[in-house]
């Protein structure tokens, strides 16, 4: 079962920022929070990954709490493009293997 | 630097034949992950396999299902006998070996269509 939770939708005005919060809870102290997206019929597309601390590369910023049960992922300037599935995962390990586990996602919709 | 290639993007089977879905990871990955996607569901964890070795088959249906990534070539995830059930978008996905920070890349998928 995904070790995450994440609001179904949520709507966002184009040129603003997107916040998309996530809850993790029962994270474990070694387990890497990843985000991906999925634009329909198309491959999930790598978006950020951290372990403790607040991460940013070109495409958007994670920001993790200090206990790490929850993380927020910032688009810092939505566009239309961004409209997509987003997926909040925790990168398991165990019994000597390691994988993604999704949930549901939360659809983002970037109104104009 | 190619991104994970998947072939074939579709394929209609009709039902009780074989249905061979091809994936060639990234440069430098050894690591490979097989995933599916029924309609309107999300992503369920398949099979996860090193070169040569399956890893975690946790998720890989008990028949007709199985999964090889050898030594050279892509990986190969095999549905014998397919069922209309089976109809779904089959991604995989691969990453470095290393450290479990690794980032881990997604193809375009192959859409298998039973009839």
């Known amino acids: 079962d995904a070790k995450t939770t994440q609001p179904p939708s949520m709507d966002c005005a184009e040129g603003r920022a997107a916040n998309l919060p996530c809850n993790h809870s029962?994270?474990?102290?070694?387990?890497?929070v990843y985000w991906y997206r999925q634009i329909h019929s198309q491959g999930p597309q790598y978006i950020i990954h951290?372990?403790?601390n607040n991460e940013t590369n070109e495409m958007a910023s994670l920001i993790i709490t200090e206990d790490r049960k929850s993380s927020t992922l910032i688009l810092p300037h939505a566009t239309l493009r961004d409209t997509a599935v987003y997926y909040c995962?925790?990168?398991?390990?165990?019994?000597?293997?390691?994988?993604?586990?999704f949930g549901k996602g939360m659809k983002l919709t970037v109104n104009p | 630097n190619a991104g994970v290639m998947q072939n074939p993007r579709h394929l209609v089977r009709r039902r009780g034949q074989e249905a061979r879905l091809r994936c060639s990871p990234m440069?430098?990955?050894?690591?490979v992950y097989w995933y599916r996607q029924l309609p309107e569901e999300g992503l369920k964890f398949m099979v996860y396999?090193?070169?040569?070795?399956?890893?975690?088959e946790s998720g890989m249906p008990k028949e007709r299902f199985s999964a090889e990534f050898p030594k050279e070539g892509p990986s190969i995830l095999r549905i014998q006998q397919v069922v209309r059930g089976d109809s779904a978008a089959y991604f995989c996905?691969?990453?470095?070996?290393?450290?479990?920070?690794?980032?881990?890349?997604f193809g375009e998928g192959s859409w298998l269509t039973v009839v």
């Open positions: 951290g372990l403790k």
């Open positions: 440069k430098g990955h050894s690591h």
């Open positions: 029962t994270i474990s102290g070694n387990e890497y």
């Open positions: 995962i925790v990168r398991v390990e165990g019994g000597g293997s390691e994988k993604l586990v």
């Open positions: 996905a691969s990453s470095p070996p290393g450290s479990p920070g690794n980032t881990i890349y």
């Open positions: 396999l090193q070169k040569e070795n399956i890893i975690d």
